[in-house]
């Protein structure tokens, strides 16, 4: 998800200060700008559950702290060590003293969203390599046939009600998929010229998609940093590119949402194969819905355990991964997957979990929604919650850990608050929220939630103030 680096930076090397926290917050809240807006936040002792400081509890949009609440559901759900599984398979008749397959190869997808992803590189290397070489360890050298894809169907939109328009073709906005491939993203390399507000080229885009058109409106800007978006609906492959880049450069590169990861998955596939000295007569296709082919598996690739996956889909703030698992729970529990029936096994499970539903209203399971609204209660009892289950240790490890790692890497550095707080960040215009664990100075975990909307701030005042509430956590004795 997108993450203001001024948020950020604000929540990093701000002093302590020597007046009471509880003044500095409430001076904090009542500064110019916040006259319009609202806030939330609450904390509990984890031992106890007692609570320690709260303000008024609004229910508020979430941005992507609103991953917690999916990845909790998951992991009770699904179960820590749960995988996705993606099949190559044939139908037809071989023929072994030629070698030839009179049939289809055909992948099956399983819902995988780390699927050949960069945050698991190294786990799906050999991917290709084994299912090549298995082909051949069945004897079938040539096919005499199409390349299948076989994508168990999706019940309802690949992308969740309230995802904006100027969001769905950026790399953040990428789909559910029952095949996906490499992050759902793709990059687009640009140059630009030296002088300010002039056309730019687009060089390349990787990996090849075939059929893409762009239509490129990206202009050059003194303006430093990516200010692009790129508008695009799922299945469709003419992008519109429009925004700026900075001026003079050689090889400037934004990431945007394939349209197609299922075809972009059997291109490649077809094109290892081709280049190990197999054959295939025929083309690319989707099965039919009532397509009915008996099939033999030639190999299978199961994904790394959700257990795994939760760490980049926290640390990295990945809206992929947290769409599936709310459309994996969905398909776990009706047999198909779905983004509307995941939001009711959410409604669900925090009732069954005894969480506070007071103005829950959950859209996605990313918090990429405007449409998303809960209250901090709500937020840090679900953590409360993880922290008395069983799967407390592999929850709280997959949020960044302040001045480590993912969107809190820089934070808090020469403070108290270094490697010291546990925290999922999000952020969108005029939303930012904070929630996990810190042990305070007395030696005591407290959990909690911070949630702020509708600020007229700068995101470096709006993070200043989050990190004065936290401060509040930390240093007031109870």
């Not at 001076?27 to 700008?33: T, V």
């Not at 094109?271 to 008996?294: N, V, Y």
């Not at 199961?302 to 992929?320: A, T, Y």
């Not at 096994?345 to 009732?351: C, I, L, T």
């Amino acid at each position: 998800m997108r993450t203001s680096r001024t948020f950020l930076l604000s929540l990093f090397l701000l002093p302590l200060l020597a007046m009471g926290q509880k003044e500095a917050v409430n001076q904090w809240l009542s500064m110019k700008g916040m006259e319009a807006a609202s806030y939330s936040y609450y904390a509990v002792e984890a031992s106890t559950g007692k609570v320690i400081s709260h303000s008024p509890q609004k229910s508020l949009s979430t941005a992507s702290v609103m991953k917690l609440l999916t990845t909790s559901m998951a992991l009770d759900r699904l179960g820590p060590d749960y995988t996705f599984q993606t099949s190559l398979e044939y139908n037809g008749e071989k023929e072994p003293a030629t070698g030839t397959l009179k049939g289809n190869l055909i992948i099956r997808g399983g819902f995988d969203p780390a699927f050949l992803s960069e945050y698991f590189k190294e786990h799906y290397a050999a991917c290709f390599d084994q299912w090549t070489e298995a082909l051949k360890q069945q004897g079938i050298q040539h096919i005499q046939g199409d390349l299948l894809l076989d994508l168990p169907p999706v019940d309802g939109e690949s992308v969740p009600d309230g995802w904006c328009w100027d969001d769905l073709g950026n790399y953040y906005g990428a789909g559910l998929s029952p095949l996906s491939c490499m992050d759902n993203q793709f990059e687009i390399h640009f140059s630009s010229p030296a002088g300010a507000g002039q056309p730019t080229t687009v060089l390349q885009i990787q990996p090849n998609i075939p059929g893409l058109t762009l239509t490129n409106h990206v202009k050059s800007s003194l303006t430093k940093g990516d200010h692009t978006l790129v508008f695009n609906a799922p299945g469709n492959l003419s992008p519109t590119l429009e925004g700026t880049i900075p001026t003079a450069q050689t090889d400037f590169v934004i990431r945007a949402s394939q349209p197609d990861p299922p075809r972009l998955v059997a291109t490649l596939f077809l094109e290892h194969i081709r280049k190990a000295g197999l054959t295939l007569t025929g083309s690319i296709r989707r099965m039919k819905p009532d397509e009915q082919l008996s099939r033999s598996t030639v190999a299978k690739q199961v994904s790394p355990p959700l257990s795994e996956i939760l760490v980049p889909l926290n640390k990295e703030s990945l809206n992929l991964f947290a769409e599936h698992l709310l459309a994996e729970v969905a398909r776990k529990e009706t047999g198909v997957a779905s983004l509307k029936a995941g939001i009711r096994e959410m409604r669900a499970y925090v009732k069954e979990a005894g969480i506070d539903t007071t103005g829950f209203y959950p859209t996605d399971g990313s918090g990429l929604s405007r449409s998303n609204a809960l209250t901090a209660k709500t937020l840090t009892e679900v953590l409360l919650h993880q922290y008395r289950g069983p799967n407390r240790e592999l929850y709280f490890r997959s949020m960044p850990l302040a001045g480590v790692d993912g969107t809190l890497k820089n934070a808090f550095k020469g403070t108290p608050l270094e490697k010291n707080v546990t925290a999922k960040t999000g952020s969108m215009e005029r939303v930012r929220s904070l929630a996990g664990k810190i042990t305070n100075r007395e030696g005591k975990v407290i959990l909690f939630a911070i949630l702020l909307n509708n600020f007229d701030l700068k995101g470096a005042e709006a993070g200043k103030i989050l990190e004065k509430i936290l401060m509040d956590f930390y240093q007031t004795k109870r």
